[in-house]
């Protein structure tokens, strides 16, 4: 390697780029985002074959491949399976950290959904936590429909 090279500082732009864009959540996605939305219900789809429930639900199932038909609700509360806490601000983090970014699977599902706890202490955050799922009631179709979660005990 030629040494001349070694020393060069690298170029650093700071910039902000914004680029808004939408897209269509599609049928699976779009039923789950309006019931959260409308009917402040956390909905999954249980396969037919396997009779397992998917959280956020998914058209196909992920264990057998199955078309996945029936949507069921599954609880608001549950079982923090896996977590990490950022602690450092950065541009996509629209909450202040510490940010506490969790797996939850819900009760009556057999997936883990991926959300934020709030109001504790990340200190205190452990696996198998139980927590409960607080709604947004201006959010719209979004998965920010649920605004966080909160312990239970």
């Known amino acids: 390697m030629n040494n001349s090279l070694k020393h060069i500082e690298p170029m650093v732009h700071h910039s902000q780029i914004n680029v808004p864009y939408t897209w269509w959540a599609g049928d699976t996605a779009g039923r789950f985002l309006k019931t959260l939305r409308d009917e402040q219900t956390i909905m999954g789809t249980r396969c037919n ?11 196909t199932c992920p264990t057998c491949f199955t078309e996945n038909q029936t949507w069921t609700a599954v609880s608001d509360q549950g079982t923090v399976v896996a977590f990490s806490v950022a602690r450092r601000q950065l541009a996509a983090l629209v909450k202040k950290v510490p940010v506490i970014f969790a797996l939850i699977r819900l009760d009556g599902a057999d997936t883990a959904l991926l959300h934020t706890i709030s109001q504790v202490d990340p200190a205190e955050v452990t696996i ?3 927590v409960r799922a607080c709604f ?3 959010a719209g179709a979004t998965i920010m429909a649920i605004s ?3 312990p239970t005990n």
């Open 136 to 138: 947004s009631k201006d």
């Open 49 to 59: 074959h396997c009779a397992r429930v998917t959280v956020p639900p998914r058209k």
């Open 128 to 130: 198998g936590m139980r």
């Open 148 to 150: 966080h979660f909160v």
